[in-house]
């Protein structure tokens, strides 16, 4: 389930109030220290709801220099991703107050039901995803956490963190909510390897750490696909894993490394041999932009993945167009 909330329909005396209840209803309890100019004030709420989880993003135009104040009294856990410098003090139940200072592209995980004190610059902007206590409270040694936990945007295990975060913002709202909900319960085996993890939760996070490499090793092709000089050894050696790990992550998927990259820059290939944007290019020069260089092994494996050589297939979507 989704929900889109904009304050922009609202009656101008009530924006803030509406904002307020709709993230209350969809995430947590928010209040701010400063008051907004009522003419001024938008609130923006997206949420998906997947199987057992949410993921959230609001932004509203409360200055937050002052800190915002957040309360929930629920048994649930929020993994949030910081967008610019934050500092959080927490204080968990019968604990003292824990201070952390997360930075962009850091991680952070807390429990909603502690009062947490967020300072940071610029406009109120947040995005995560609430973790039911029942899904995440196995995962730690424990069942629960003492203080929260910043994972840094540039330790190995805060950058696995980030890729499946990304992956899971863009992928879970086009499954369905039961794979949706698989995939969020991968990452909170990560999170539970930053949080202290349980033997159950160790088991876990073994899974996602795999899960969540072979996803950082796709979005490496996806990013280097049209370089020829694209190999398993530089793949591996960006990732930071060594060329027999990299093999393995893509072992169970039953494809090597090598037919993958291979698939992607076939379906490059014929994605622009269709673009009209592309007519007066040659085959040659759509190949060899792909990262494929040799023409021979080009022709061959299209014509094996697609059942036609490129130019009939270009013929086939000139003659779509033109009808």
């Given at each position: 389930m989704r929900v889109h909330f904009l304050t922009d329909d609202v009656p101008l005396r009530d924006r803030e109030q509406f904002w307020y209840d709709v993230v209350a209803n969809q995430v947590v309890k928010l209040s701010f220290n400063d008051r907004p100019d009522p003419t001024t004030f938008r609130g923006q709420v997206d949420t998906h709801t997947a199987g057992r989880f949410t993921l959230y993003e609001f932004q509203t135009t409360h200055r937050a220099e002052a800190g915002q104040v957040r309360r929930h009294t629920s048994d649930k856990f929020?993994?949030?991703?910081?967008?610019?410098?934050?500092?959080?003090?927490?204080?968990?139940?019968?604990?003292?107050?824990?201070e952390i200072r997360l930075?962009?592209?850091?991680?952070?995980?807390?429990?909603?039901?502690?009062?947490?004190?967020?300072?940071?610059?610029?406009?109120?902007?947040?995005?995560?995803?609430?973790?039911p206590g029942a899904v995440l409270a196995p995962l730690l040694t424990g069942g629960r956490l003492t203080a929260p936990v910043g994972v840094p945007a540039g330790s190995p295990l805060g950058s696995l963190l980030g890729v499946t975060f990304d992956a899971a913002v863009a992928q879970v709202p086009l499954l369905s909510p039961e794979l949706g909900d698989a995939v969020l319960q991968n990452l909170c085996g990560l999170a539970a390897l930053a949080c202290g993890a349980s033997e159950e939760g160790r088991w876990n996070g073994r899974d996602a750490l795999r899960a969540a490499r072979l996803e950082a090793a796709k979005q490496y092709i996806e990013q280097h696909l049209a370089e020829s000089d694209l190999t398993p050894a530089n793949t591996a050696a960006a990732l930071g894993i060594s060329l027999r790990q990299l093999h393995l992550l893509f072992e169970p998927t039953g494809t090597?490394?090598?037919?993958?990259?291979?698939?992607?820059?076939?379906?490059?290939?014929?994605?622009?041999?269709?673009?009209?944007?592309?007519?007066?290019?040659?085959?040659?020069?759509?190949?060899?932009?792909?990262?494929?260089n040799s023409l021979a092994t080009f022709y061959r494996a299209f014509q094996h993945e697609f059942g036609m050589p490129p130019a009939a297939l270009r013929a086939v979507g000139v003659f779509a167009q033109a009808d």
């Open positions: 929020a993994l949030c991703q910081v967008l610019r410098e934050e500092v959080y003090v927490t204080v968990p139940t019968h604990a003292r107050a824990t930075h962009p592209g850091d991680i952070g995980v807390s429990s909603c039901e502690w009062p947490t004190l967020v300072t940071k610059k610029g406009e109120a902007h947040g995005r995560g995803i609430v973790i090597s490394f090598m037919q993958y990259v291979t698939q992607r820059r076939l379906l490059q290939c014929r994605a622009t041999l269709r673009s009209p944007t592309s007519f007066r290019r040659s085959v040659a020069d759509i190949a060899f932009g792909w990262g494929f």
